[in-house]
């Protein structure tokens, strides 16, 4: 049985280690920390691929009522590589209507991102800002991203393969499995 002292300075140090990125997906809805506001996210292409121009849609959503905002909403996008290096940033951005759109976005390498997308207000004409929602909302960005159906594929293929090759051994070794 281990036994665990205390350290001698009376102070606890503790390490965060990321979960495998085995299985990570995009992330297609985001919500922000203060629960107000999810970010619907839809990616084009849909297979995201390093060097090839992507096109982000978004739509804001009320969390509350499960309804689409139909007010402007002020936010900030950010994406960041695996090594927290920011790739690509606007500020200051307006949602008409609670839909956005990111062009010219271009990710560098074949990896996990991290987005951003900071709520900073609703704005309806004629009015104060709401600031009651503000909040962040953060979620992945997987490059390249396979479809589950893809890897399906890829593994079906597979068994057909070993059941043809096996039926093909066993003809040529007369019936007896391997020689």
């Known amino acids: 049985m281990a036994r665990n002292d205390p350290p001698a300075d009376g102070k606890m140090s503790f ?3 990321p979960a ?3 299985g990570e997906q995009t992330s297609g809805e985001i919500s922000t920390d203060t629960g107000g506001i999810h970010v619907l996210m839809n990616w084009t292409p849909s297979q995201l691929k390093a060097g090839t121009d992507t096109k982000l849609n978004m739509r804001f959503v009320d969390a509350f009522a499960g309804a ?3 007010d402007d909403v002020k936010y900030d996008i950010k994406i960041f590589d695996k090594a927290g ?3 690509f940033a606007k500020a200051d951005q ?3 209507g609670g839909a956005g759109e990111q062009t010219g976005l271009n990710f ?3 990896e996990n991102y ?3 997308v900071t709520v900073k207000g609703l704005v309806k004409e004629g009015q104060a800002p709401d600031l009651t929602r503000n909040g962040i909302a953060r979620g992945t960005v997987v490059v390249p991203e396979f479809p589950a159906s893809a ?3 890829v593994a079906v293929s597979a068994i057909v393969g070993l059941v043809i090759l096996i039926q093909r051994t066993r003809k040529f070794t007369g019936g007896r499995g391997y020689p």
Do not use: N, W
Request: aromatic share 4%; charged share 25%.
């Open 108 to 110: 560098p390498a074949d």
């Open 20 to 22: 495998g990125a085995a």
């Open 85 to 87: 290096k920011e790739v």
């Open 15 to 17: 390490s965060f280690s």
């Open 94 to 96: 307006i949602a008409k």
């Open 68 to 70: 689409s905002i139909t």
């Open 114 to 116: 991290r987005v951003e």
């Open 151 to 153: 890897s399906m594929l």
